[in-house]
Structure formats: C-alpha cells, structure tokens
C-alpha cells in the first residue's frame, strides 16, 4: 500500500488518510512552511504533516516526500 515518493492523490481526504495511515500527522516536519489555506485563504504557519488552519479549521496535510514545498499541501476540508 506505501507507494514511496511516487504516490499520487487526487484529493486533500486521500493524502490526510496516507499521512495518518503513515503515522506522520503529529510529527514535525523537517522545515515549517507557510501556506495559504484552500478554504479561507489565509495564511498560516504549518509545522506538522497535517495540520489545521487557525483561522476556518480546515484540515490540510502533505506526504513526507513532498513536505519541501507548499504546492503540494492538499486541504481536506473543514472537520476531516
């Protein structure tokens, strides 16, 4: 089921479940980010593997492999 770096998703629900699955959602990721939430828009410090926009509470997560860049942040919605 771990499909290494090659993995593909073609929504936020998908990649929150694989970083669950994965046991990464509470652990820090090598360097924070800031990205911009798909939900409100706003902008917010992510330091997790998953985490949740302070401003709306929408659930946003990234796989380890692509924790680099915050084009690869998928939201999975309010409540996830």
């Known amino acids: 089921m771990h ?3 090659s993995g593909s998703f073609t929504d936020g629900k998908q990649v929150v479940d694989k970083v669950r699955m994965m ?4 652990q820090f990721m090598p360097i924070p980010m800031t990205v911009k939430c ?3 828009d706003k902008d917010f410090e992510m330091e997790t593997f998953e985490a949740q926009c302070p401003e709306c509470e929408a659930v946003h997560a990234v796989t380890p492999c692509h924790a680099f860049d915050p084009i690869h942040v998928m939201s999975a ?3 996830y």
């Open 38 to 40: 798909a939900v409100c």
């Open 23 to 26: 046991g990464f959602s509470n």
């Open 3 to 5: 499909d290494g770096c």
């Open 77 to 79: 919605g309010k409540g």
